[in-house]
Structures are given as C-alpha cells and as structure tokens.
C-alpha cells in the first residue's frame, strides 16, 4: 500500500496498540470510507511501531465523514487491544469544511503521540502572563497548539511555575532552547530544554529518530 498522504483527505490515528497491524488498521478504516494510503511509522532502531498513524481516503468528504464521527465520539472511533484509537484532523486546514483550524484548536493533551518537538520551559515566574510566553515562543517559530502551562512541587510554597511547547519543527526547538535558556524572561531566570517523554517512556524528546519522524511528518504536509 502507498505511504504517501495527502493532509486534505487524511486523518490522525492515535493511541495505537504496538501489536497493531498496517493491515489491521486498513481493514477497520476501509469499513468508513475507501483508504487509498496509511502512514504508520516504526523505530527504525527497534523495528517497533510508534504508536500512531496517518489514514489517507479517496476524497475530502470521505476524511470529514470520519472527523464528523470521531467528533461524535469525543475521538474515539474504535477499541484495539483494549486500547481507543483517538482520531483528529491533520495540520491546521484539514477538516471543518476546509476551514482553517488555529492553535486554539488543537489540545495540547493529546500532541504527545504527533511527531512534534516539545519543549520545556521552567522556573517561570507566577507573574509571567501566559500570552506574553506565546507571544514571545512564537516569534522562534511555528508553535503546534497552545501553550500547556502547570506547577510542580511539593507544596504551594516551594511550586514552581513551567510549560510545555509543542513546536512544529525541531529546527525552530533548537532555535528556542539556544535563545532562550538562562535568559530573564520576566523577573526569573528560565530553564528551557527538550521536554521528558510521558510516564511510562524513557528518555526526553529531541533523539534522532524524534527528529526523523518529524521530517517526514513535514515532507508529507502532516504537520
């Protein structure tokens, strides 16, 4: 089957199960509309699949009908292995009737399967206002969705104030990290790096394949 995808006529695939097939996910998504193509990357280290996928269809209708019922079904369109595909549009003009989609529309709680450079940036101060942060991240380069602002530590004492930006392209991370990290920003000193992978995943993002799947993800337009 072709590899290539076309961002008008697919749609995200995400929280897929490792034991799941390129051709288990055809035969489900060709019951909801003929598929002409699926994108399913592996580590190309371990050989193991990395968890979400691109599905192509024959015509845009077909790609807004599965949004529509992926919208239905708050994304959850199907259970493999006990676990839910979560299911959402491509890139920021997919879906909506071709309407162009912004930032604003997307969640940051559910990038972390999307091919995305994320960033940390911590020791904020409580007095730095959140769209000054996007104003000032934006200017760096291409920002995915918008900013994922929380506190850790033990008590409210000793919280510190930290955020997590989904930048579209590693190049613009590398851009942010270099410029940003140890500088004011506010009356603090901040902290920028790549951010830790979610529990349950070792390591931080930013390796070379992170950086691999990310450049496919924009040869292709996904992103």
């Not at 996928?53 to 292995?81: C, H, I, M, N, S």
């Not at 071709?98 to 972390?112: C, F, I």
């Not at 918008?146 to 991370?173: K, L």
């Amino acid at each position: 089957m072709s590899t290539s995808t076309d961002a008008e006529r697919s749609v995200y695939v995400g929280n897929v199960d490792p034991q799941v097939t390129e051709e288990l996910l055809y035969e489900l998504f060709t019951q909801l509309g003929p598929v002409t193509g699926i994108r399913y990357p592996k580590d190309r280290v371990q050989q193991t699949y990395q968890g979400f996928a691109f599905v192509e269809f024959a015509a845009p209708r077909d790609q807004e009908y599965v949004l529509q019922l992926a919208a239905r079904t708050k994304g959850k369109v199907a259970r493999l292995y006990d676990k839910w595909l979560n299911v959402r549009q491509v890139g920021e003009n997919s879906g909506n009737n071709g309407k162009a989609t912004g930032p604003a529309d997307k969640v940051a709680g559910n990038v972390d399967d999307m091919p995305l450079a994320k960033v940390l940036i911590s020791n904020l101060s409580d007095t730095t206002e959140t769209k000054t942060l996007s104003r000032i991240v934006s200017k760096l380069g291409k920002v995915y969705c918008p900013i994922e602002r929380f506190s850790s530590g033990a008590s409210m004492t000793d919280a510190q104030d930290s955020c997590y930006v989904f930048f579209n392209y590693y190049r613009d991370a590398d851009k942010a990290i270099a410029q940003l990290n140890d500088t004011h920003v506010g009356n603090t000193r901040v902290l920028v790096a790549f951010a830790p992978r979610p529990a349950g995943q070792k390591g931080h993002y930013g390796t070379a394949v992170d950086r691999r799947l990310n450049s496919e993800a924009e040869k292709h337009g996904l992103i």
